[in-house]
Antibody, heavy 122, light 110 residues
Framework: EVQLVESGGGLVEPGGSLRLSCAASGFTFSNYWMHWVRQAPGKGLVWVSRIKGDGSNSTYADSVKGRITISRDNAKNTLYLRMDSLRAEDTAVYYC???????????????WGQGTLVTVSS | NFMLTQPHSVSESSGKTVTISCTRSSGSIASTYVQWYQQRPGSAPTTVIFEDNQRPSGVPDRFSGSIDSSSNSASLTISGLKTEDEADYYCQSYDSNSVVFGGGTKLTVL
């Protein structure tokens, strides 16, 4: 069973930094692209970033470029999101998600964790 | 990059059929597959349709998806509405550099 468990959220002051983690289990982690998606309180889903299975390629939403870094440690089956220069508008639940890929098809973000809340406030 | 536009909310009576649209702003709706997610309050999203019209195992056949190239849009149709279908629904698609979600549609079952 695919399991994704996020951690590392919390209260941080504007301008601060935070690193989120997503522990993966139940599949061969290095075989899959992984994503971060966020959802501000009462708002919709917004894709943030993705990283290839071997870590060789990553892309970001324009809104977070330069402030957010996605990475992964395949030996630890863990995905990370480093967030710097945090702003109030970064307040959101951050979900990690895995691509769905098997003989029946492919699409991004087929499996989701339960999310971790990041609150940026003084 | 492109955007996906959904109606903010829809409502329909129990037992009826509702359709939620998702319009792509640029590029063909058929160029990459469209997915649909259901999200209930306090929970992570779950997939109800993938690759335009495929249902994951466990999703009832009351849920169906389609695309219309003439309007450059995708649609999620839910028939025989049940109170348990009340939720937020998001369309999603992607290109070579990014993943795009629609703004979400709140479905109210009357």
């Amino acid at each position: 069973e695919v399991q994704l468990v996020e951690s590392g959220g919390g209260l941080v002051e504007p301008g601060g930094s935070l690193r989120l983690s997503c522990a993966a289990s139940g599949f061969t982690f290095s075989n899959y692209w992984m994503h971060w998606v966020r959802q501000a309180p009462g708002k919709g889903l917004v894709w943030v970033s993705r990283i290839k299975g071997d870590g060789s390629n990553s892309t970001y939403a324009d809104s977070v470029k330069g402030r957010i870094t996605i990475s992964r440690d395949n030996a630890k089956n863990t995905l990370y999101l480093r967030m710097d220069s945090l702003r109030a508008e970064d307040t959101a639940v951050y979900y990690c998600a895995r691509d769905y890929f098997d003989r029946s098809g492919y699409y991004p973000c087929g499996y989701w964790g339960q999310g971790t809340l990041v609150t940026v406030s003084s | 990059n492109f955007m996906l536009t959904q109606p903010h909310s829809v409502s329909e009576s129990s037992g009826k059929t509702v359709t939620i649209s998702c319009t792509r702003s640029s590029g063909s709706i058929a160029s990459t597959y469209v997915q649909w997610y259901q999200q209930r309050p306090g929970s992570a999203p779950t997939t109800v349709i993938f690759e335009d019209n495929q249902r994951p195992s466990g999703v009832p056949d009351r849920f169906s998806g389609s695309i219309d190239s003439s309007s450059n849009s995708a649609s999620l149709t839910i028939s025989g509405l049940k109170t348990e279908d009340e939720a937020d629904y998001y369309c999603q698609s992607y290109d070579s550099n990014s993943v795009v979600f629609g703004g979400g549609t709140k479905l109210t079952v009357l």
